[in-house]
C-alpha cells in the first residue's frame, strides 16, 4: 500500500482557511506555568499527612481547654476552694473512688482529694494553666531575643567579639543557680520567675542562630546581595531567617517544654511558684508519694507535666520537621 499525495487544490478549500498567522504574545512567552505554591499551606499538608500528628494535637487542645477554660467556667478561686472542705475531717486524702462515694459522682472528683480536702482534678487543670503560660511566655521573649541577637552577631565581626565574650562567662554559669538566686532574691512570683527564667535563657539560643547564620551568610546568592548593595539587615530578613524557618520552629519545641520542667523542678525543691502551678502542686504532694492511698495526690500532677510537656515536644518537632522546604517534595 502506498501513500498519496493530496494536492490543495481538490479539496477546494480557501488559503486563508488552510494557512493563517500565529501572533506572538511576548508576554505569554515569559510566563512560566506552574502551580502556585504557597509556603504555610504546604507546611500544613505535610503537617497533616501522618495521621499521628492530628491526633497529637487534639490532644494538645484537649489539655489547653482543661487549662484554660474548665478553670473559668466552674469558677475555681485557689484562694478559696483548696480549703472548701478543711473542716471535715473525712475529706482530706481520699481516694477517687472514696471521693465520688463521699461527694457524689462528679468529674472534679476523678483524681481524688489533696490535703484540706480539695479536689485534685480541679487544682492540676489550675496549675497547668499557670505553668503553660509561665513556658510560653519565657519562650516567646528568649525567642525574640535570642533570633533578632544571633541574627546581627552572625553577620557583624565586632559585635561577634564581644557576644563570643560575654557567652563564655554566662554559659559557664549554671543555669539552674543562676534561676535559684534570682528566685530567693525576689519574691517568688510569676513575673519574677519569668525574669529569672528570661535574663540569660537567650544567650544560648542567639549562639545557636549566631552559628547557622554564618554557615549560611556566604552562599552565593547572599554574597551577590551584598554586591548589589542590599542592607544586611534585609539579607538577614529576607534571605537567612526565612530559610532557617524549620530550625527556629524545631528550637520552639524543645524551649517550651523546658521550662515547663524547670518550674517544676524549682518547686519540687522549694524554690519555685508561690502560686498553686504544677510545680507546687508536686512539692506539696511529696509526703504523700510513699504515704500508701495518698499516691493520686503526687502522680496526677506529675502524670499531667509530663504529658503536657511531651505532647507539645512532639507537636513542635513534627512541625519543624513539616517546615522543611525540602519536605514538601
Same mark, same amino acid.
Given at each position: 500500500?502506498?501513500?498519496?499525495?493530496? @494536492?490543495?487544490?481538490?479539496?477546494?478549500? /480557501?488559503?486563508?482557511?488552510?494557512?493563517?498567522?500565529?501572533?506572538?504574545?511576548?508576554?505569554?512567552?515569559?510566563?512560566?506555568?506552574? /502551580?502556585? +505554591?504557597?509556603?504555610?499551606?504546604?507546611?500544613?499538608?505535610?503537617?497533616?499527612?501522618?495521621?499521628?500528628?492530628?491526633?497529637?494535637?487534639?490532644?494538645?487542645?484537649?489539655?489547653?481547654?482543661?487549662?484554660?477554660?474548665?478553670?473559668?467556667?466552674?469558677?475555681?478561686?485557689?484562694?478559696?476552694?483548696?480549703?472548701?472542705? #478543711?473542716?471535715?475531717?473525712?475529706?482530706?486524702?481520699?481516694? *477517687? @473512688?472514696?471521693?465520688?462515694d463521699k461527694f457524689g459522682f462528679d468529674i472534679k472528683w476523678i483524681l481524688g482529694s489533696g490535703e484540706a480536702g480539695k479536689s485534685t482534678f480541679d487544682a492540676i487543670w489550675y496549675g497547668s494553666s499557670i505553668s503553660?503560660? $509561665?513556658?510560653?511566655?519565657?519562650?516567646?521573649?528568649?525567642? $525574640?531575643?535570642?533570633?533578632?541577637?544571633?541574627?546581627?552577631?552572625?553577620?557583624?565581626?565586632?559585635?561577634?567579639?564581644?557576644?563570643?565574650?560575654?557567652?563564655?562567662?554566662?554559659?559557664?554559669? /549554671?543555669?539552674?543557680?543562676?534561676?535559684?538566686?534570682?528566685?530567693?532574691?525576689?519574691?517568688?512570683?510569676?513575673?519574677?520567675?519569668?525574669?529569672? $527564667?528570661?535574663? =540569660?535563657?537567650?544567650?544560648?539560643?542567639?549562639?545557636?542562630?549566631?552559628?547557622?547564620?554564618?554557615?549560611?551568610? @556566604?552562599?552565593?546568592?547572599?554574597? %551577590?546581595?551584598?554586591?548589589?548593595?542590599?542592607?544586611?539587615?534585609?539579607?538577614?530578613?529576607?534571605?537567612?531567617? /526565612?530559610?532557617?524557618?524549620?530550625?527556629?520552629?524545631?528550637?520552639?519545641? =524543645?524551649?517550651?517544654? &523546658?521550662?515547663?520542667?524547670?518550674?517544676?523542678?524549682? &518547686?519540687?525543691?522549694?524554690?519555685?511558684?508561690? @502560686?498553686?502551678?504544677?510545680?507546687? #502542686?508536686?512539692?506539696?504532694?511529696?509526703?504523700?508519694?510513699?504515704? *500508701?492511698?495518698?499516691?493520686?495526690?503526687?502522680?496526677?500532677?506529675?502524670?499531667? %507535666?509530663?504529658?503536657?510537656?511531651?505532647?507539645? +515536644?512532639?507537636v513542635g518537632q513534627n512541625l519543624g520537621d513539616a517546615s522543611d522546604p525540602r519536605t514538601h517534595m
Open positions: 500500500m502506498t501513500d498519496k499525495l493530496i @494536492d490543495l487544490k481538490d479539496l477546494n478549500i /480557501p488559503e486563508e482557511e488552510l494557512f493563517s498567522p500565529a501572533e506572538q504574545d511576548e508576554l505569554a512567552s515569559e510566563r512560566i506555568t506552574a /502551580p502556585r +505554591y504557597s509556603y504555610w499551606r504546604s507546611v500544613f499538608r505535610v503537617f497533616f499527612r501522618k495521621k499521628l500528628n492530628t491526633v497529637v494535637l487534639c490532644l494538645l487542645a484537649v489539655l489547653i481547654i482543661f487549662s484554660y477554660v474548665y478553670p473559668m467556667v466552674i469558677g475555681y478561686d485557689p484562694t478559696v476552694d483548696p480549703y472548701i472542705n #478543711l473542716f471535715d475531717k473525712n475529706a482530706p486524702h481520699l481516694k *477517687p @473512688d472514696e471521693a465520688i503553660i503560660s $509561665l513556658a510560653l511566655v519565657c519562650a516567646a521573649i528568649n525567642m $525574640l531575643i535570642g533570633v533578632a541577637v544571633g541574627a546581627v552577631w552572625g553577620f557583624s565581626r565586632k559585635f561577634d567579639i564581644i557576644m563570643t565574650e560575654v557567652y563564655n562567662v554566662v554559659a559557664n554559669v /549554671p543555669y539552674v543557680l543562676l534561676i535559684s538566686v534570682i528566685v530567693l532574691i525576689m519574691s517568688a512570683s510569676f513575673w519574677s520567675m519569668v525574669f529569672a $527564667l528570661t535574663i =540569660t535563657g537567650w544567650i544560648g539560643i542567639a549562639y545557636f542562630i549566631r552559628t547557622q547564620v554564618i554557615i549560611i551568610r @556566604d552562599r552565593e546568592y547572599n554574597l %551577590a546581595s551584598r554586591c548589589l548593595g542590599t542592607p544586611i539587615t534585609r539579607i538577614a530578613t529576607k534571605n537567612i531567617l /526565612p530559610f532557617m524557618t524549620s530550625v527556629i520552629v524545631t528550637l520552639v519545641a =524543645t524551649e517550651i517544654p &523546658s521550662y515547663i520542667s524547670y518550674e517544676v523542678f524549682l &518547686s519540687y525543691i522549694g524554690m519555685g511558684l508561690s @502560686d498553686m502551678s504544677l510545680g507546687k #502542686l508536686i512539692e506539696a504532694a511529696k509526703s504523700a508519694m510513699i504515704t *500508701p492511698g495518698w499516691e493520686f495526690e503526687f502522680w496526677s500532677p506529675v502524670a499531667v %507535666a509530663s504529658i503536657i510537656a511531651v505532647v507539645l +515536644y512532639v
